[in-house]
């Protein structure tokens, strides 16, 4: 039996009728006649980032970033999802502890959402912080598909308690647009504090004189943007001499580590991946990996009109920028190039603590095979590149146990390393012990180690992969199923 709104307004004008009915018939009614808190569409349209640079994308309510979606701790919400386009979609609400259903993995066996189609996802957000949203297709070698879209917008879960020691929050959602193929290999970025080691640089070098061929191919970028908007367009961020901004920061590039510096200024970090971090240390600028969020405090006391922005000049002078203004300030924006400041995400653990043992501890060795399919680089953990055909669970873990994982790197990029449906906490980087700082990404130099743990409390399939778009979508992923 379908029930369609006319009906159960009739059946609601009959209150009598209503304590006979069926309690079954009672619940899928409601169910169908419950508004959803929000409702996005998933179509092409276009994002004005300059006048004279407008692209046509995937967007999510024609818009980007997609609307930002605040939820309350623990409060259940519902999502409609339309789907406007002729292909299937995942939309993925990343950093959340969430059912399969509604976490928007292929290979955990949430479903899609249909090509001119729609599902309702509804789920107890958790945890709270900054969040966010985006599709999780396999783009492969199709750079109209996946996260080189601009199918990307926020998420903040409202904490039960926030004790908000600032004036405002602003959220700045960084993304790349306009991706092109190239084979000239990656620009070497120094982002990461600690050094090579030895013993996996030499498993990386035996591993090239195996595949010999050109290098692999890597994505690069013509336009840029903070907010869907190249810096010098669109509205700067007007502040007053003393405020304390809150700032949300995103990263919803498909592959990209990003930097944001303002200059004379110093940022407060007050939350890693939404998660509030045990030492609130101060930064000069700031390092974000693919899909990280940084929560950070700015005390403007430098006034003036500044550039806030990438070090990269290339990607700053090509729009990865937005203007800060201080009331009654005038001039061009200014930029001044920060001295150079490696990430460390020791400074931000508790001191002196020390993570609890682990039950079992699994180690992963990277691998990079250069062009080894059609020019890609295939990726493999301990040997394997995980298959999307079959789509075969990786690791068995037991529900309560703590598992901790190690992984060393024989590659010289930088992996954002995400698990789905799990907050992990980081026991070590680059060698250096640390304990507190909880993440859901975490930037794995080149030829350096981390470790992190969780406890197996999410049952079923949750997923692990490296969060560029290039790297998941060409074998490094594993899927873990907790029984
Ligand atoms: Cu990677």
Same mark, same amino acid.
């Given at each position: 039996?379908?029930?369609?709104?006319?009906?159960?307004?009739?059946?609601?004008?009959?209150?009598?009728?209503?304590?006979?009915?069926?309690?079954?018939?009672?619940?899928?009614?409601?169910?169908?006649?419950?508004?959803?808190?929000?409702?996005?569409?998933?179509?092409?349209?276009?994002?004005?980032?300059?006048?004279?640079?407008?692209?046509?994308?995937?967007?999510?309510?024609?818009?980007?970033?997609?609307?930002?979606?605040?939820?309350?701790?623990?409060?259940?919400?519902?999502?409609?999802?339309? /789907? /406007?386009?002729?292909?299937?979609?995942?939309?993925?609400?990343?950093?959340? *502890?969430?059912?399969?259903?509604?976490?928007?993995?292929?290979?955990?066996?949430?479903?899609? *959402?249909?090509?001119?189609?729609?599902?309702?996802?509804?789920?107890?957000?958790?945890?709270?912080?900054?969040?966010?949203?985006?599709?999780?297709?396999?783009?492969?070698?199709?750079?109209?598909?996946?996260?080189?879209?601009?199918?990307?917008?926020? *998420?903040?879960?409202?904490?039960?308690?926030?004790?908000?020691?600032?004036?405002?929050?602003?959220?700045?959602?960084?993304?790349?647009?306009?991706?092109?193929?190239?084979?000239?290999?990656?620009?070497?970025?120094?982002?990461?504090?600690?050094?090579?080691?030895?013993?996996?640089?030499?498993?990386?070098?035996?591993?090239?004189?195996?595949?010999?061929?050109?290098?692999?191919?890597?994505?690069?970028?013509?336009?840029?943007?903070?907010?869907?908007?190249?810096?010098? #367009?669109?509205?700067?961020?007007?502040?007053?001499?003393?405020?304390?901004?809150?700032?949300?920061?995103?990263?919803?590039?498909?592959?990209?580590?990003?930097?944001?510096?303002?200059?004379?200024?110093?940022?407060? *970090?007050?939350?890693?991946?939404?998660?509030?971090?045990?030492?609130?240390?101060?930064?000069?600028?700031?390092?974000?990996?693919?899909?990280?969020?940084?929560?950070?405090?700015?005390?403007?006391?430098?006034?003036?009109?500044?550039?806030?922005?990438?070090?990269?000049?290339?990607?700053?002078?090509?729009?990865?920028?937005?203007?800060?203004?201080?009331?009654?300030?005038?001039?061009?924006?200014?930029?001044?190039?920060?001295?150079?400041?490696?990430?460390?995400?020791?400074?931000?653990?508790?001191?002196?603590?020390?993570?609890?043992?682990?039950?079992?501890?699994?180690?992963?060795?990277?691998?990079?095979?250069?062009?080894?399919?059609?020019?890609?680089?295939?990726?493999?953990?301990?040997?394997?590149?995980?298959?999307?055909?079959?789509?075969?669970?990786?690791?068995?873990?037991?529900?309560?146990?703590?598992?901790?994982?190690?992984?060393? /790197?024989?590659?010289?990029?930088?992996?954002?390393?995400?698990?789905?449906?799990?907050?992990?906490?980081?026991?070590?980087? #680059?060698?250096?012990?640390?304990?507190?700082?909880?993440?859901?990404?975490?930037?794995?130099?080149?030829?350096?180690?981390?470790?992190?743990?969780?406890?197996?409390?999410?049952?079923?399939?949750?997923?692990?992969?490296?969060?560029?778009?290039?790297?998941?979508?060409?074998?490094?992923?594993?899927?873990?199923?907790?029984?």
């Amino acid at each position: 039996m379908t029930i369609d709104r006319r009906t159960l307004l009739k059946a609601a004008g009959a209150a009598a009728f209503l304590g006979a009915m069926p309690r079954g018939v009672w619940a899928a009614g409601q169910a169908a006649a419950e508004k959803a808190d929000y409702t996005l569409r998933i179509a092409t349209g276009l994002v004005e980032l300059a006048p004279e640079h407008i692209v046509s994308t995937t967007l999510y309510n024609g818009q980007f970033p997609g609307p930002l979606l605040r939820f309350k701790e623990g409060q259940r919400t519902v999502i409609d999802i339309y /789907n /406007n386009t002729d292909t299937p979609e995942l939309l993925h609400p990343h950093g959340l *502890i969430i059912p399969i259903d509604a976490d928007g993995a292929a290979e955990e066996g949430s479903p899609s *959402i249909p090509g001119r189609g729609m599902r309702r996802i509804s789920f107890v957000p958790q945890p709270s912080g900054l969040r966010f949203y985006h599709t999780h297709v396999v783009a492969g070698g199709d750079l109209n598909r996946g996260a080189y879209t601009g199918q990307a917008g926020p *998420i903040y879960i409202e904490p039960k308690a926030n004790p908000g020691a600032y004036d405002r929050e602003v959220f700045l959602v960084l993304k790349e647009f306009e991706p092109t193929f190239s084979q000239g290999g990656d620009m070497a970025m120094d982002v990461l504090a600690g050094e090579p080691l030895k013993g996996l640089q030499d498993i990386g070098k035996k591993k090239e004189e195996e595949f010999t061929g050109p290098k692999g191919y890597e994505v690069g970028y013509e336009l840029f943007s903070i907010n869907g908007k190249m810096l010098g #367009h669109g509205e700067p961020i007007r502040v007053r001499q003393g405020e304390r901004v809150l700032f949300h920061i995103v990263n919803a590039s498909a592959g990209e580590i990003r930097s944001l510096a303002l200059p004379g200024h110093r940022f407060k *970090i007050v939350a890693l991946d939404g998660n509030p971090v045990p030492t609130q240390a101060e930064a000069p600028l700031l390092w974000l990996g693919t899909a990280e969020r940084i929560s950070a405090l700015v005390e403007m006391n430098h006034p003036g009109v500044w550039v806030m922005g990438d070090l990269a000049d290339d990607d700053r002078k090509r729009g990865m920028g937005i203007v800060v203004e201080y009331a009654g300030a005038t001039g061009e924006p200014q930029w001044v190039k920060p001295e150079p400041y490696l990430w460390d995400y020791t400074i931000f653990g508790e001191p002196g603590a020390r993570p609890a043992e682990p039950d079992e501890t699994l180690d992963f060795l990277i691998v990079k095979e250069n062009g080894a399919i059609h020019g890609f680089n295939r990726w493999t953990l301990n040997g394997e590149a995980f298959s999307m055909e079959t789509m075969q669970p990786t690791h068995t873990i037991q529900k309560g146990r703590r598992y901790r994982l190690k992984f060393r /790197n024989a590659s010289d990029d930088i992996h954002p390393l995400h698990l789905h449906r799990n907050t992990f906490e980081l026991v070590s980087v #680059h060698g250096k012990p640390t304990a507190g700082v909880l993440k859901d990404v975490v930037m794995l130099g080149g030829y350096q180690e981390v470790e992190f743990q969780f406890v197996a409390d999410s049952p079923g399939l949750s997923l692990f992969h490296c969060h560029q778009q290039l790297h998941m979508d060409f074998g490094f992923m594993a899927l873990f199923n907790c029984v």
